[in-house]
């Protein structure tokens, strides 16, 4: 399937407090890939990375890694059940120019990773899906 996916902003102006932190972050591309972050209320955290093909020659990849978060002050940290670490700084308007757009929205922005860089966490930041909506381009 041959589709651009864009993820437009919607009306939203949430802010990322303590207690709304948990949810779904993405990233926001233009390529075959996506990122999403899954922050549950109880501690637990999954990425997701999705890749694929523009012109359907291969099979989508999808790759999960699990583990949990944790959160002081406006650094939170993610620790992967291997060991590996993405620590983040909580921006409450993390701005849109990243994808070509004016305006922010909450998100967070890498501080630091151990995770490989095939992983595309140091190319991208990650705001809260709740603030964007999904749309596709025919």
């Known amino acids: 399937m041959s589709a651009l996916f864009l993820l437009m902003l919607a009306t939203s102006t949430q802010t990322v407090s303590p207690a709304t932190i948990a949810g779904q972050y993405v990233a926001v591309t233009e390529t075959e890939y ?9 501690g637990r955290a999954q990425y997701e990375f999705v890749t694929w093909e523009a012109d359907g020659s291969a099979p989508e990849q999808r790759e999960k890694l699990s583990g949990k978060w944790s959160r002081s ?3 939170l940290t993610v620790q992967l059940s291997s060991g590996k670490v993405a620590i983040y700084s909580v921006v409450p308007c993390l701005s849109h120019q990243e994808f070509g757009e004016a305006g922010c ?34």
């Open 34 to 42: 996506t990122i999403t972050l899954t922050l549950q209320s109880k």
């Open 105 to 138: 929205s909450p998100g967070l922005s890498l501080v630091n990773t151990t995770l490989a860089d095939r992983y595309g966490l140091k190319r991208f930041g990650l705001w809260s899906a709740a603030s964007l909506k999904v749309g596709v381009q025919p």
């Open 73 to 75: 002050g406006n650094t």
